[in-house]
């Protein structure tokens, strides 16, 4: 069974920078793209940044020059790097992934951290 957990949210002022991190883990044979997205109260849940296996990027305009995302194969962890938080980056924030396992491939999510941004 494969599990994705999620840490480093928390409540931080405007400016202000967070680390999210994600581990997988279980019967993983690859893993494949990356993604975090996050889930504001009353809207819908968007993608911020992706990254493939091969490392390319992908953010949302929203976040661009803000967020860098990034993983570690071999841990089997995608990070994302949140500077210069603003209040509308609040959100539930979930780590996503696209993982093969032995048996077939999937897409997982984790529970999801809260990122609260204050003014």
């Known amino acids: 069974q494969v599990q994705l957990v999620e840490s480093g949210g928390g409540l931080v002022q405007a400016g202000g920078s967070l680390r999210l991190s994600c581990v997988a883990s279980?019967?993983?044979?690859?893993?494949?793209?990356m993604a975090w997205y996050r889930q504001a109260p009353g809207k819908q849940r968007e993608l911020v940044a992706a990254?493939?296996?091969?490392?390319?990027?992908n953010y949302d305009d929203s976040v661009k020059g803000r967020f860098t995302i990034s993983r570690t194969n071999a841990k089997k962890t995608v990070y994302l790097q949140m500077n210069s938080l603003k209040p509308e980056d609040t959100a539930v924030y979930y780590c996503?992934?696209?993982?093969?396992?032995?048996?077939?491939?999937?897409?997982?999510w984790g529970q999801g951290t809260q990122v609260t941004v204050s003014s």
């Open positions: 996503n992934a696209d993982i093969t396992t032995p048996y077939r491939g999937n897409d997982y």
């Open positions: 279980g019967n993983i044979f690859r893993i494949n793209a």
């Open positions: 990254i493939t296996s091969a490392g390319s990027t």
